[in-house]
Structure formats: C-alpha cells, structure tokens
C-alpha cells in the first residue's frame, strides 16, 4: 500500500479520479434519480477503488445505503464500512481483481450476527467482537442485518515480525474484555476520523507505529516485540487522543491544556510530554488547526457570507489583529488576500 493512490468515484453519477491518503464515499452521493440497483452497482465499483476487491450481495429488500471512509497511514489503512448488504466474500474472482496477502484486523460494528468463514475454520460474532482475517486466502461474511465494521489492514511483512503465529490465529474471535482489545478499536475508531489537512508524514508514521504496536499486543506479542509494544504503542496511543481533543475542540477560544487534561485524566506536563515526542506543542498544534479552518472558511463558498472577523471567531481567535499576524506568518498572505 502507499500514502496516496490513484481513485475514481462517482458523484451525481459523473466519474472525478485524484490523488489521496484519505476519502469517505457514502451513497447518498448519487443523484435521487437512480434506481437502488444502479446506486449499488457505483458504490461497489467505488468501494473496489478505494480499498480490498469483494463480491457484495445487497440486502434486496431494503432500501440501498451505504457507506466507507478510508485513511492510509504510512502503509497501514484504517476503514469504517457499512451498509444494507446480507453477504461479502473474498473469492477467488475478487483476489484475482486485487491479489494481496495483507491481514485485516476487523472489529464487527452491527447490531446483528456475523458469521465469518476463512481456512476452513467458521466463528459466529456479536457487536463490537473482533477477529484477524487475510486478503490472500477466501472469505465468506454473512450478517443477518446491515453490515457495519472497522477494519485495520496491514502487510504479512509488517505484521510478522511482531507476531510470528498470525496465520494459527485466523477467525479465532479477540478477547474484548482485554483493556488492550478495547483501546485499539478506539485508536482504529480516531484514526479513520482524524482531520489530515495537510498531509503530515510524521503524524502518519506516528499513528502506523501505535496501531501496529496495539495490534500486536491484542493478538498476544510475547516477548521484546511485547515489551517494545506496550511502552510505545501505550504511550503513542494517549497522544493520539490528546490530537483528536484538539481537532474536536480547537475552535473554542478558551480551550486549554488543562481541559484536555481533566477529560483524558492526565496530568498537564506529561500531556505536554507526550505532543513533544510529535514534534509540536500544544500551543503550535492548537494554533495550526485554527489556522488551517481560517483557511478552509476563506476559500470555501460558505465563507464568502462572513466577514474576517467573523471567520476569526469561528476559527478560534478571539483578536483580530493576532489573527491577522499569524496567518500572514503561516501562509505568506493576509486573509484577505486569500478569500476566493
């Protein structure tokens, strides 16, 4: 896998292809026009771009809906999917459209029961259960009500060096009573919605590395892989809900360090520990997130109804003229110099 991929998809039923390191595609995208059969035979051929080659079997009688959102982090890709299917296979067909070994880590997200069949082992899932699948052999999914899933995919190369037993492991369900099962699904849950604007190579290895190391640690690294996992990946992990606090938040023009602090229960110097190792403080990556929205609202039609001050505000910045200082700073322009 790579940072970016070439994509086509469909909106409004007109064809757009770029360059990406994160996408979301929902059904509702299509124009209200097309019968459900046509919608779904768009989205399967967009979900097939963005990520692994299936055979989907939609749910005849409900209505059709779907969705996936998708992000790559430095070789390792995060994916929320859903929508009103009954069956996906990994056949043979699909692994001829798209061969790759990668494992997939999924965590099961409906309200229903999904049965999983892979390598001739067959495991039936409640919500929030997890298992470990691969790409490279045939999978049969079957959910009696919509499908909704996280999945972490990952090379055979990456993950084999921390776990040597990955292939015993297949279709064998995590234990989500483990502390460590949980905190990954809420890791995978923050990386998939993290705000990537720009495109920041560090964060990314950053993210990669917690993932794997969290990984490894749910699927029971024993050992130095162990041990290297849970003082990084534990660690790394609090920070990444530290950086998601502030891309929830940084609009508030009173928000802090100590707020962060007291909802994530940390003490203000270690969360300020912790972003350090990110190359950026609070305050530099508070700051950047405001900015970048000040961006956003500037060249984007909605901002055209408001003033500079008004952006300011709804950016985070309660002085104008600060506001000013730091986005010509940033972005070598005035604000509005920026404006469409």
Known sequence: MRDEIVWCCYTNGRKRVGRMHQASFVSDGFGP??????????????????????????????PFSAFVHWA???????TRFGGTFSRIRRSRTAISRGPDDDFCLMFHRGEGTLVVDQVGRETALSSDRAFIGTN???????????????????????????IGNVDDLLIQPLDERRAVVAHLRRYIEISVDLLRDPHDSELDSHISTTLLDLTALALGARGDAAQLASMRGLRASRTQEIIAEIDRHFADP???????????????????????????????????????????????????????????????????????????????????????
Request: glycine fraction near 4%; hydrophobic fraction near 35%; charged fraction near 30%.
């Open 33 to 62: 026009e097309l019968p459900d059969h046509q919608k779904f035979a768009l989205w399967c051929e967009n979900m097939e771009a963005l990520t692994c080659c299936v055979d989907i079997t939609r749910a005849e009688e409900r």
């Open 72 to 78: 790559d982090y430095s070789n390792v890709r995060v």
């Open 136 to 162: 490279g052999r045939p999978a049969d999914l079957r959910s009696d009500a919509n499908f909704s899933s996280t999945t972490l995919t990952v090379s055979r190369e990456r993950l084999l060096p921390l």
């Open 254 to 340: 009173d928000f802090s360090v100590g707020q962060v602090a007291r909802r994530l229960d940390l003490s203000p110097r270690y969360l300020q520990d912790l972003l350090q190792d990110t190359g950026s403080s609070f305050t530099e990556r508070l700051l950047e997130c405001r900015l970048q929205h000040a961006m956003r609202l500037l060249t984007s039609e909605q901002g055209d109804r408001l003033k500079i001050s008004e952006i300011a505000l709804a950016s985070g910045f309660n002085e104008i003229s600060y506001f000013n200082q730091r986005f010509r700073r940033r972005f070598g322009e005035t604000p509005t110099q920026c404006r469409r």
